[in-house]
């Protein structure tokens, strides 16, 4: 091996550290990285290794050397990156390597048209190879670096399937237009200006294309929460309807106070004791059905819990609540009675569409926190991430109840956990009993 081997062999050592490097900076924009400090130092080194050994497997830039890059920067990100969905993993780390591809061909395109030659005859000189080579390598990581101090405003969580198709198909398509490229000023047909500003307007379109990426999650976000919205005006207005109803019944039942009395008197005066007697029974039957199956002396929190009550026993569903005092709540009553009305909401919906035995149990305590479990019968469900995957018609329309009682959760820095097993869903909550400031 000769003095210029061994100085390829080094370069592109360091060049390969360094487009690894790059891409990992690049992703640190997005998700919190698994390692740090020298655990992150000894996870590059094997990434950079193993890019490494692939290269002599591939002695052209052709399209198998790029898949090969491609899936190992996918394997890696996605198990340097587990917060981030694989979907938009790949999307990421396509719309980097075509980006960085397209800045490679460019710089070296532009150089070839500086020293009014064929990109063949370029590659074939030493010092301007090695100068490109440095240059190309710092440009890519200063704007990996630029992009990781960037305060990206989200994460894309929100984007659906399709938004993730139709953003791969330009830098798809962009890697097609580079390859062709490629071939075409290797076999000398195209040279010169144009070719760089084709190449470099390529490489600048993909890394603007992430600022699309984030106006469409900003627009989704905004969506959902106008929807969420939307929903919890809907609930509110179901509360207060139940206020009205609650406060109506005991209006009539006030009304009809007097009159009971009277009947009773008249019926006791006339001694007519089996008929004052039925009567009696008449009017027990009739209070113990429209009575209150809560009394934890929280007049909001009670509301929404003997509301659901009695639309569980409609659809037939056999219901337990097990509460204490929670006068003592100091939480704020929109935000509480909102979040068991949305969780009562789920539990009856699931409840109901159950076929067998139908089971509700519903535990709220108050001691030195707010404890509350939720546990119901339902159909299987999966669990992923703590959310719950709808199967309704149009799911990204659906589903805000369940995030909604986390955002309030997250308000107050409460903590939750779910599980399903055997036909059961369980709920379970921790709240500080402390207010917001």
Known sequence: MNDLDTLSMLLSALYTMM????????MDAFAVRRYSGAA????WAAVSALNMIAIPLFHEPQLAHIVSNLLLFILAAWFLYPSLRKRYTVLLTIIFYIASYALDFSTAALFSALLGIDLPSFHQTVVPVIVRGMILHTLI??????????SWPVKYKQLHWESVVLTLLFPLSSLVVLLALFQTAFRKEYQGWPLVFCTLFLAVANFALLFLLNRLEKSEQTRQKQLAQEQMLQLQGKNIDALCAAYSQQRKLTHDYHYTLSTLHGLLKAK???AAQSFLESVENNQTAHSPLVNSRHPILDTVLNQKAHEAQNYGIDIHIEVNDLSQLALDPVDISTMFANLLDNAIEACAAYPGEKRLVVRVVLEEVLFFSIQNTCNPVTIQNNC???TKPNPHLHGFGLENVKMILKKYHGEFSMKYENDSFLFVGEIANTPLS
């Open 19 to 26: 487009s690894s490097l790059a891409f990992f900076w690049f």
């Open 40 to 43: 992150f130092a000894a996870y």
């Open 141 to 150: 990581l200063c704007l990996c670096g630029a992009i990781k101090r960037i």
């Open 272 to 274: 007519e004791w089996s």
């Open 388 to 390: 719950i995957a709808t």
